[in-house]
């Protein structure tokens, strides 16, 4: 199993919008692809409140290759985005790492 942890640093003001945007959309297309999610966070205490940190689930690279395209090709995703973007850009950068668990790791 491989995690993926991605932390969006939103545009300042703009978190709110991107919560908006997963909550009432995002998470449906994700559905439609198969991407499992596995926990959704924002800081409290960091570098920036203005940043959401979540980790997607992935049984192998090959997985995460084939339904991460697809979900970012998809019409419903593009149309989803441009609409939430039409007051200006949310994300100022996204990070993301592929985490393998260690042996003594409750998640495997």
Known sequence: MIQEMRVYRCVPGRLPNLLK????????????????????????IGQSNQELTYFLAWESLAEREQKWTAFMNDPAWLSVREESEKDGQIVENIVSQLLTPTAFSLVK
């Open 21 to 44: 945007r997963f909550e009432n959309h995002t998470l449906k297309i994700w559905e439609k692809h198969g991407i499992r999610q596995a926990g959704f966070f924002t800081t409290v």
